[in-house]
Each structure stands twice: as C-alpha cells, then as structure tokens.
C-alpha cells in the first residue's frame, strides 16, 4: 500500500509536468508554422512596403507563441525582410501588421479582426473552431496530438493574398471559394 501511494504521489506530481511540456511542445510547433506560413504566402507588394522594411508579426491573446515566436525569428529574415513581432493588448488595433494571430476561442474577436486584416491585406491566423468561418486564413486545429491547420482560399483572396498550391496540399481543410 505504501508503494502505491509513493507511486501515486510520483505520478500526480509528474502530470503538470507532463502537461506542460506537452503545452510548451505545442506552443513552439504553432510559432515555427506562424514563422513558415510566411513564405507560403505571397503579398501584393504596396502591403509589404519598401524593401529592408521589417515584416511585421501582431500576436493577441497568446503571449507563451508570442515569446516562442519571438525566440525563433531572432537573426531569421522573412521573405527578405526583418522580423518584428509585437503582442497586441486585448482591443488594440493591429495597424501596419503584416500577419496576424488571434489565440483562443473568441469567434468575434476573429471577425473583427479578419475586417481590420482585410483592409491591410494581413494574414490572419487564428486556433478557434470555426476559424475559417469567422474569417481567418489559417486556422489551427487538433491532429491526432499535432497540431495542422486548414485554409481559407476566399479570405486569403478578399484580402489580397496568395496561398502556394504547396501549402494547401498538407492543409487538412481548404475552404474554396464559394461560385457566385
């Protein structure tokens, strides 16, 4: 009996831990596909500004992919271009950004950051259910303890951007424009 409740008191102690690499493993997948989005994705060139201009990465509402992001891109360009990654307080305004993530599940804040990110032809990025639908880009979503992602066609075009056919192809949804 004794062993047991050691080995109880191991394991209890053992599962935040477990639970937190687990957290921190997936923290760092999603910055790394924030990171390679980039350069599956091309921008009309009035959005990228002159050239040596930083491209410009806004996180709200996930701070921990805002530090690991942060970590990553340091002496890393991104289509040529430094990188600069800025964490947006909750209703700050995401001017002069050049992609977008809206951590958690919050459907409203991603429709009204997919208007904001249309006018400035910004990639949004977002990790709610129903993503595509609020009006995100790219949205994460679980994989059999991955995480992948799908794409929206329509709202990478309504806000000016080309997703490679490259990226599509391992997207595990594609939401095609709807015929008109």
């Known amino acids: 009996m004794r062993k047991f409740l050691l080995f109880a008191a ?3 102690g053992a599962i935040p831990a477990l639970a937190q ?4 493993s997936e923290t760092a997948v999603k910055a790394a596909l924030l990171y390679k989005f980039a350069s599956y994705v091309e921008w009309p060139a009035e959005a990228l500004g002159l050239p040596g201009t930083p491209f410009v990465v806004a996180v709200s509402g996930a701070d921990e992919v ?3 992001l942060e970590q990553l891109v340091k002496g890393r360009p991104i289509n040529s271009r430094p ?3 800025r964490r947006l307080k909750e209703g700050e305004a995401a001017s002069g950004v050049h992609m977008l993530f809206i951590g958690g599940r919050d459907a409203a804040r991603i429709r009204a950051a997919a208007r904001s990110a249309r006018t400035q032809s910004a990639l949004l990025v977002s990790e709610a259910g129903g993503g595509l639908e609020a009006g995100s880009v790219i949205n994460f979503v679980p994989m059999d303890d991955r995480v992948g992602f799908e794409v929206s066609i329509e709202a990478a075009e309504r806000s000016g951007l080309k997703v490679s056919s490259r990226m599509l192809g391992v997207a595990r949804r594609v939401l095609a424009n709807n015929p008109s």
């Not at 690499?21 to 921190?24: D, E, G, R, T, Y």
């Open 10 to 12: 191991l394991l209890a």
């Open 21 to 24: 690499a687990q957290q921190a």
């Open 83 to 85: 990188v600069t990654v």
């Open 66 to 68: 805002a530090a690991e």
